[in-house]
């Protein structure tokens, strides 16, 4: 967990988990895991812009006031027989109001990134399954995905 200093102190913590999967290429999962690209490391790289972004997410996205960010984790995990790669993205808060457009910001960043790396190898990735996984705040009941729409194919 990257925890940024400074932070003042507030009454509540807020945590937003969001869950996404980039599906690809038999051959582009083992660029993936071997690192094979003449580039940086891709993780890394996709870690750095994750990050980089949560707190952007103000300037992307009109009348969106973000939150206090004190700390973000992004974990990865590749699924080499489903050819995907799963990336966890968790943001604390210490304010008040939702951080779940953080989350997902930093979690579509952190995925374009491994795409924009590894395009060259594998055009037909698929970003899919991008969803806030769960939130708690002060403002309500904890949010937990329930998967009501995952049927939907349009």
Avoid: W
């Amino acid at each position: 967990m990257i925890e940024f200093p400074n932070q003042p102190d507030f009454p509540e913590q807020h945590t937003a988990v969001a869950v996404g999967t980039i599906n690809m290429s038999q051959q582009a999962v083992r660029v993936l895991i071997e690192n094979a690209t003449e580039k940086a490391s891709i993780l890394t790289i996709a870690r750095v812009a994750a990050i980089q972004n949560i707190k952007q997410s103000g300037n992307l996205i009109p009348l969106h006031l973000p939150g206090r960010i004190i700390g973000v984790q992004v974990d990865f995990d590749i699924n080499v027989e489903l050819a995907c790669l799963k990336a966890t993205l968790t943001v604390q808060a210490n304010s008040n109001g939702s951080i779940a457009t953080e989350a997902l910001t930093g979690l579509n960043l952190a995925l374009l990134s491994v795409y924009d790396m590894m395009k060259d190898v594998d055009r037909n990735m698929m970003l899919s399954g991008i969803r806030l996984e769960s939130e708690t705040s002060s403002e309500g009941r904890p949010f937990l995905f329930d998967n009501a729409y995952e049927n939907i194919n349009f």
